[in-house]
Structures are given as C-alpha cells and as structure tokens.
C-alpha cells in the first residue's frame, strides 16, 4: 500500500501539470488578444501600410474615439482595408466588426472591383477575418449596414469628400445614424480644408472644411463631442495641382516634384467625435 507522504506528493505533482497546461492555454489565448498597438504593427500587414502608420496614428486615433474590444463597429467604406487589419482582429473575439463596403451594383466601375478585392483579403485569413460582416453601402438603395440601433460605433476615414463630390452626403450620414444605438460614437478623419474655403473648392480638391462635416452630421441628428489634433499635419498647404491626390499614397503627377510632396506626407486631417443622443 503506497504512503500517504506518497500519495500528497502524486497529487501535487499532478496539480502542478495541470496548472502548467491551463497556464499555457491562457497564454495562448492571452496571445490572441493583443493590443491595438499589436495588430497595428502586426507582421499580417505589409511594410508599405505599416509605413503609414506614422501619418495615420491609428492607435491614437482609434483610443480617442474611445474602441474597446467588446463593441459592435461599422467601418464605413473600408476600401483595401487599411483598418480593417487593425479593427477586425482586435474585435473578433469579444466584439463584432461590420465592414459597410462599395456594392456589387454601384454605378462607379471601380467599386465592384475594390469590393471583390477587400473580400478576397479576408476570405484568404480566415484566422483573422473570418468574422467580418460584409454589408453594402450604396444610396439611396442600400442603406442598411447593420441592425437599426445595434452598433456602438461607426467610422469612417477620408471618405466624406467622396460623399459631397457624388452630392450624397446627408444620405450616408443619415444611414450611420439609424444603425447606431442610442449613445453610439461616430468617428471621422476626413482631409482638412481651409476654414474659409468654399463648396467649389470641397467638391473638387479631396479637402472638407470641419465646419462643413460638423453641419453635416447635425443635420442627421449628431452632436459634437470633441476633435483632436492627432492627424494634424501643418506642413500640408491643402492647395496642390491634383487635389489631395497629388500627395502620398497617390502621387498623381507622378515623379514631378516628388520630393516636394514626400516632404509634406500625407494631407492634414480632422478628427472628429460625434455621438447619437441618448
């Protein structure tokens, strides 16, 4: 018959394995959670969109919208998913990322083509994007992007120029305010005008005025909570031959006077917090 010295010894040994074991699930799964620093500098993204993160600040700008890894987000017009690769694996586990993107119908011939591309990416990480919800965003015939009241925030990055250039800006506004719950922040980085430039200028260079955007979500029924100057580039004049475009990433002149421009980076922007009252 074997001691009871003995058998205190098998029991703590065997307590200490599986201590051992549950510690490494933990960290596995603790692993899984990283840090919105984490996935923005995570080895799933490419050099060249890690590069932008000195211009984009997307943790910063990301903390003062207030994301937490539990919330329901829409990001609005996503594009090649510059932010999805931050977002979606940052909420996959704990929150839910909708990704209110170009629709298969759109009358611009190269929507459909940046969709089929953006679904592409996700559907070849399953790991990381198997749990994004990919709805259409189109006005007027598309306008649902997620559950009328259901999502805690929505943002949308260097979009609303495109929305006043096609005149659809209160439509898009307006779909973002019936899919956030009471309470729900709207996030916006948009390229910033000059204070006093005009509706000419704002339909025709990529640049909006911040008292244009706040009207704007106003007029939808959004108040304004704060800005800040995160993505505030004061070397960036907002005047250039092609527009915002003549900056990085677009250099639309090409190699004409690119030192020029790679010294500005890229636009000055705005970032602005609204909020759905209660």
């Known amino acids: 018959m074997k001691s009871a010295k003995f058998l205190v010894i098998a029991a703590l040994s065997a ?22 620093a984490d996935w923005a500098q995570g080895e799933h993204r490419n050099e060249t969109n890690r590069a932008r993160n000195q211009f984009r600040h997307p943790v910063e700008t990301l903390e003062f919208f207030g994301l937490s890894a539990d919330m329901t987000v829409i990001e609005i017009l996503p594009s090649t998913g510059w932010y999805t690769e931050i977002m979606a694996p940052y909420l996959r586990d704990h929150g839910k990322y909708y990704a209110a993107h170009f629709s298969p119908n759109a009358s611009a011939s190269y929507m459909p083509s940046i969709l089929g591309g953006f679904e592409e990416k996700i559907t070849a990480n399953p790991d990381l994007y198997g749990k994004i919800t990919v709805r259409h965003l189109n006005p007027p015939h598309e306008v649902v992007i997620a559950p009328p009241g259901s ?41 910033r005008a000059k204070a006093d430039a005009g509706m000419d200028v704002m339909r025709t260079s990529g640049y909006v005025t911040e008292a244009y955007v706040k009207e704007v979500a106003a007029a939808a029924g959004f108040e304004f909570v704060a800005s ?21 990433p677009n250099y639309r ?6 030192a020029k421009y790679d010294a500005i980076g890229e636009s000055d922007r705005m970032t602005l917090k609204f909020v759905k009252p209660l």
């Not at 200490?16 to 692993?31: E, I, M």
């Not at 002149?253 to 690119?258: A, F």
Request: no cysteine; net charge negative.
């Open 15 to 36: 307590l200490t394995l599986n201590f051992s074991q549950f510690s490494l699930a933990d960290h596995h799964g603790g692993a899984m959670a990283k840090t919105l």
């Open 151 to 191: 999502a805690d925030m929505a943002l949308t990055f260097r979009n609303v120029h495109n929305w006043i250039m096609a005149g659809q800006e209160h439509e898009f506004f307006a779909s973002f305010y019936a899919a956030l719950k009471p309470g729900g922040v709207l996030g916006v980085v948009e390229h």
């Open 228 to 248: 800040t100057e995160i993505n505030a580039n004061a070397k960036d004049p907002t005047v250039h031959p092609e527009g915002v475009w003549t900056l990085a």
């Open 253 to 258: 002149l090409g190699d004409e006077d690119r």
